[in-house]
């Protein structure tokens, strides 16, 4: 018998109205099986995305960056500023990642998802676990009784691991397979905020066999505010300490630096401020902050003023009791940008009178940085960045993007400091954003070009120094003769270490006697003659 499975007419096209999503589905997936459809198709929605974008930053108020759609339409070239000595040639020659600069495509490209996705994204301050890499956290005492925290990236997860092992990019690394890996310092954001950029550079310094310890000022990064009082921008007496006690506990590694953002102005001042002292092999500032003043007088783009604005409030409020002593905690809550905030906390009356009470649990400079009361002008003329560059005394590369919408233009750069100085080397490139410099290749993979450069730069710094050194003690020997002499620095090069042989020291006037700290602390003296000192090719 034959059943009619529709009553009335209408139904059956109901039904075919229903089917008909399910239909287009099949339809679409049959017709994607051919490449070019299938390339109009991501073509297509790129270009919708992309143009929603530019309409979300149009209406947003953030300027909008042309980035290229194709790798091979970049033409994007690295414009390197710096002194031409035998340090920069060698770097010109040995360091690869400056003769390949970052190229990606949009989305990767646009400087402003790349502040999203490396800046502003989600992060839990002091977790043991992030980012698969697992940090151990240092409390380390202050003498004036606050409190900096070291968070030591210790491990990577299981499987990292096991690539860390079997794959080493880049060949042979500073302190790859060696029982004391070079110690690379991290010095996070004038917020302090652990940034998955942040993390991203932890991961792939552990990795290529360095280890990564991020630096955190007082109150920020999870770490207590015990002292009523807040470093100041371009104040390193903590960071000092900090390294002293690096230097203390880790004798035979190497010290390195690396800042992220405005991080450079502690890096930078403390560099000037501690000269020859700083016990640093070589440093590296990650789109770098030059002028302190200019930067919170420079007007940001409201959406980056404002979150950073609400992230600074709440550190505040966190410890609004403690700090009411010392400064007007409601007015600073009230204020309605960044300058204002800085003003108030380090400029005000309040805070001034606890200066003058704290001074006397300072020595040296830090005394004479707390004992008056400044004013904003005076303030920046004890903080700035690059108040003290010419004491710099370590090979320092900074890394700088034109399309970094998070700084002042590139025409304040200070040129000259690169041209004039041997010591500072600048990397200028078309593309990178603010502590982006996303690199993709040609199978779509993304990497970070900035963190694979100042990972190599450090090694070839490290090869570069490492060969003057050894030039330096074969003319020193050479010249002496003697036979004494010669047993005696025989057995002093076999008890230096690696990082006090790449350490420079001031220049020595007159032949004098020092000490050297040797693994079992005893004490050795050796001779310095004046005519030995490394930094004789490095400058010329």
């Known amino acids: 018998m034959f059943i009619v499975p529709f009553d009335r007419p209408g139904e059956m096209w109901e039904f075919f109205l229903c089917l008909l999503p399910s239909l287009m589905l099949i339809l679409v997936k049959i017709l994607l ?15 919708c995305g ?38 920069a040639n060698h770097l010109k020659k040995h360091c690869y990642a400056l003769a390949q600069p970052p190229l990606a495509r949009w989305p990767q490209a646009d400087p402003h998802l790349q502040i999203i996705t490396n800046l502003m994204w989600p992060t839990k301050e002091g977790a043991e676990l992030q980012g698969g890499v697992r940090f151990k956290r240092d409390n380390l005492l202050l003498v004036d009784g606050g409190i900096v925290a070291l968070d030591w990236a ?17 060949g042979r690394v500073l302190g790859l397979h060696s029982s004391n890996p070079a110690i690379v310092i991290i010095i996070p954001n004038a917020l302090g905020r652990v940034t998955p950029h942040l993390i991203r550079l932890c991961h792939q310094a552990l990795q290529q066999g360095f280890y990564p310890v991020v630096f955190h000022r007082r109150g920020q990064g999870g770490c207590p505010l015990i002292t009523p009082h807040y470093q100041e921008f371009g104040n390193p007496s903590d960071l000092v300490q900090a390294v002293a006690y690096l230097r203390s506990h880790h004798p035979s590694s190497t010290l390195l630096a690396i800042s992220e953002g405005s991080g450079s102005g502690l890096l930078l001042s403390y560099l000037g401020e501690c000269g020859s002292s700083s016990h640093l092999m070589a440093a590296a500032c990650i789109s770098p902050v030059f002028h302190g003043q200019l930067l919170f007088e420079y007007e940001l783009p409201w959406l980056y003023h404002w979150i950073a604005l609400i992230y600074r409030k709440l550190q505040i409020n966190r410890y609004a009791t403690a ?50 009361k400044p004013d904003w002008a005076s303030y920046w003329e004890k903080n700035e960045p690059l108040r003290d560059a010419d004491e710099v005394a370590v090979p320092v590369l900074c890394l700088c993007s034109q399309d970094d919408p998070l700084l002042p233009p590139l025409s304040t750069v200070p040129e000259a400091l690169f041209h004039n100085s041997p010591y500072f080397m600048l990397a200028i490139t078309e593309q990178g954003g603010h502590c982006g410099f996303i690199h993709e290749d040609r199978h779509g993979g993304t990497t970070s070009w900035s963190h694979f450069l100042v990972l190599e730069y450090f090694r070839v710094v490290a090869d570069f120094l490492g060969v003057e050194e050894k030039k330096g003690f074969k003319d020193d020997i050479a010249h ?13 090069l076999s008890k230096r270490r690696r990082s006090t042989l790449l350490r420079k020291e001031r220049p020595i006037l007159g032949s004098r006697r020092r000490q050297i700290s040797t693994p079992s602390d005893i004490f050795t003296l050796e001779e310095e003659q004046v005519d030995f000192t490394w930094n004789r090719s490095y400058t010329r």
């Open 33 to 47: 099986r051919w490449n070019w459809i299938r390339h109009l198709a991501d073509s297509t929605v790129q270009q």
């Open 323 to 372: 700090l009411s002593s010392v400064m007007d905690v409601a007015k600073i809550l009230h204020c309605n940008s960044l300058r204002d905030m800085e003003e108030l906390m380090f400029c005000a009356t309040k805070q001034s009178a606890h200066r003058m009470s704290d001074s006397v649990d300072h020595v040296g400079k830090d005394s004479s940085r707390l004992s008056t």
């Open 154 to 170: 210790v491990s990577l997860t299981d499987q990292q691991v096991q690539a860390k092992r079997d794959h080493h990019p880049g």
């Open 480 to 492: 002496r003769g003697s036979q004494g002499l010669r047993h005696s620095t025989s057995a002093i």
């Open 50 to 87: 992309r143009c929603m974008w530019i309409m979300a930053c149009r209406l947003l108020k953030l300027s909008h960056i042309p980035v290229s759609e194709f790798i091979g339409e970049c033409q994007a070239e690295i414009r390197l500023i710096c002194k031409p000595t035998a340090l």
